[in-house]
């Protein structure tokens, strides 16, 4: 991945405000901190991984448009974990109930909360090490169901609440939002 890594520990770290103020006036960069309060600068995504989370997006926002049982984020929106970190998935839905229970300053910020979904699509640069890392860090911190999608291999990896982990190999499949998103089946041929 590549990913510059700043250790902000000498200055004391940032608050949440500070992180905030720091992400808004470099709207270029995608910036994360990590549970160690260090900060991760990555470059915008490529066309594939592009058109590919706009994809997903737009399938679950037409199910969500459906269901209205949640909100829907983008690649753009941060989320503040638990243990402190703040990350952004490419697709993340959260249901109105807790999306309702956050104030509206949480609401317009990093809210503080971990996704109940999310999917990361792997870009040609991402590591995939990393990045089963990182399903780790979103699972711990209370995701429900995540998708980790790479392309380049046709694999899904599956991350659910108990500890499961399935693959679903090849994009003849379709993979489904399970008892988290019912009736959410997204055709994986569409990443091709």
Sequence with gaps: MDTLILDVSRVGGLTDEQLFRLCSSNKNIRIERNQKGELMLMHPTGGGSGYRNSDILGELVRWN??????????????FTL?????????VAWVTNARWEALSKLEQTRFPPLCPDFLVEVMSESDSLKELQAKMREWMDNGCRLAWLINPKTEKVYIYRTDGDLSVVEGFDNSISGEDVLPDFLYELKELR
């Design 65 to 78: 448009k459906r269901h209205k049982q949640g909100i829907v984020f983008d690649s753009s929106t941060g």
């Design 82 to 90: 638990p243990n402190g970190a703040m990350r952004a998935p490419d």
